[in-house]
């Protein structure tokens, strides 16, 4: 099992013919004999190759306009059998020659699957053949070799050089595990494009991810990582002007990022945020950029050390040049113009990245890991839309625009989750405690003297009415909280008796 097998026949059979020209160059070298279907049969021939067409091969000419070409014994018998002397007898009485290898790439269900609505269609392009002749190499990967893909072509040919036209036992099975791994991603994709639009939560969840890159390395230095794309959700559609490679946790802020994005999308003003560990640290709505950046910045401006920076309008030199007087590891816009790249250029590991506004995506599922499993559930891709008043003192439509703008944004920090806000900027954040007081101390605390007259947001509702006094010592004018606590009476009550707007939006996000 472990000797090197010596290709003598290979049955190719592509829709993608890039690079083809060069494999079949290689394979001719070293004497190797074609096997061929239709298209791809004549392309060989364009060649200047000899090739044996499979309906030669079979007997039978290709039917049902070409949906059955390979599917006979005298092609997978050639490609399962073991080649002992049982197996090579038993091919020998039928008058079938054994097949070494099995050059195969399926038809494009996957990029077709995009465009086509067409059900009747898009099944045209489910390939039956293509995976059946693959997997019958893989399974028998002892003896034959499989090349699923265009790009395992050059390997291909580095074993030949190297083996002088003999394939490794190593190369053999990585082949089989590569085979195996695209026709499940394959069937994966298929399963997943006509599962029915009502069913969230299928029987089988089947999930196709291809590797992007490997990572730097993970949260910390002796983590290894990689980044992988999945049908189902896809990655962030930016592009990197300059700068280093990307990291596992640069990736986990951008993700957090776009999250904000699509919270604040349809704001004429221009929104930026500059995060910390996924969460915001600032974050404010402006008229301008420069304006945008510097409230945002003033946040929390020892937090924005090392952040990462998404505004929703292009970075002009004005605000780049502001920018550029603190250290930050990252900068995502729609655009750049040419006076902020010039500025940016002379920091060459700060990375610039610019993104589509229409590619920001609402909805879909998220997955989190678990030992042994997946969790899965819809995007909070929500907020409330109206609040009721629970105080006697009512809210006024300014006081109702800065609740809305506070509840907007708690919903993007870690639970447990408080926020202060005033003139459409973020003066305090209290994020990823597990006390609700402790998140309130802290908030109010880096909002300081700004806290008085400010509004006040809290992901959950409150239990006691400990955070509604804090809020009124510390000046707070209004509340907005989701309700629904046992003690919702006694928290109304407290509020009243302390002067403070109170309104429930009857939406909790936590978020873990």
Not at 40 to 61: H, N, S, W
Not at 260 to 285: D, I, M, Q, W, Y
Not at 388 to 400: E, F, L, M, Y
Not at 444 to 463: R, T
Request: proline residues 5%; hydrophobic residues 40%.
């Amino acid at each position: 099992m472990n000797e090197p097998v010596k290709i003598r026949r290979a049955l190719i059979s592509v829709w993608a013919k890039e690079g083809l020209e060069v494999l079949l160059a290689h394979l001719d070298q070293f004497g190797v004999e074609f096997v061929s279907s239709s298209g791809t049969a004549d392309f060989i021939e364009q060649q200047g190759y000899k090739v044996i067409r499979v309906e030669d091969l079979t007997g039978f000419p290709e039917m049902l306009g070409g949906r059955v070409k390979t599917l006979h014994p005298a092609v997978h018998a050639g490609i399962l059998a073991p080649r002992t002397q049982e197996g090579l007898s038993e091919l020998s009485q039928n008058h079938i020659v054994p097949i070494d290898l099995v050059v195969v790439n399926l038809y494009p269900f996957l990029d077709q699957m995009g465009s086509l609505t067409d059900d009747l269609k898009l099944v045209e392009y489910i390939d039956i053949g293509g995976p059946t002749l693959l997997r019958a190499a893989a399974k028998n990967y002892r003896f034959v070799t499989p090349v699923p893909s265009p790009d395992f072509y050059q390997d291909l040919i580095q074993e030949l050089m190297d083996g002088n036209g003999m394939i490794s036992s190593d190369f053999r099975r990585r082949m089989m595990v590569e085979t195996f791994s695209l026709t499940a991603s394959y069937d994966a994709a298929i399963a997943g494009r006509f599962q029915p639009f009502d069913q969230s939560f299928p029987q089988r969840m089947l999930i196709s991810a291809d590797l992007v890159q490997t990572l730097r390395y993970g949260e910390n230095p002796h983590q290894k990582s990689a980044l992988y794309s999945t049908s189902s959700s896809g990655l962030p559609s930016f592009r990197c002007l300059q700068g280093k490679e990307l990291s596992y946790n640069n990736f986990l802020d951008l993700e957090a990022g776009t999250r904000l994005l699509k919270t604040f999308r349809n704001e004429p003003e221009c929104f930026t945020t500059v995060l910390k560990h996924s969460n915001p640290c600032g974050l404010a709505l402006a008229t301008e950029p420069a304006e945008a950046w510097k409230q945002a910045y003033a946040g929390d401006p020892v937090s924005a050390f090392g952040g990462v920076v998404i505004t929703s309008r292009p970075v002009d030199g004005e605000t780049a040049a502001l920018m550029s007087e603190v250290f930050l590891e990252i900068i995502m816009a729609p655009s750049f113009e040419r006076k902020a790249l010039e500025i940016f250029s002379k920091k060459k590991n700060l990375r610039l990245l610019t993104y589509h506004p229409d590619n920001l995506e609402c909805g879909g599922s998220e997955f989190r890991s678990i030992n042994g499993g997946l969790l899965v559930q819809d995007e909070d891709d929500s907020f409330a839309m109206e609040f009721r008043s629970v105080t006697g003192k009512a809210a006024s439509p300014t006081d109702i625009h800065a609740l809305s703008f506070a509840h907007r944004t708690v919903k993007h920090l870690k639970s447990n989750a408080i926020c202060v806000v005033r003139d459409n900027m973020m003066i305090g954040a209290g994020c990823g405690c597990v006390s609700r007081v402790d998140a309130a101390k802290l908030a109010l605390e880096k909002a300081g003297e700004k806290a008085s007259g400010a509004y006040l947001a809290s992901d959950a509702f409150f239990p006691f009415p400990d955070c509604i006094e804090l809020a009124a010592a510390a000046g707070i004018r209004a509340v907005v909280e989701p309700g629904g606590s046992l003690r919702d009476k006694e928290v109304i009550e407290r509020a009243d008796s302390l002067g403070l707007i109170m309104v429930f939006s009857g939406e909790r996000h936590f978020w873990h």
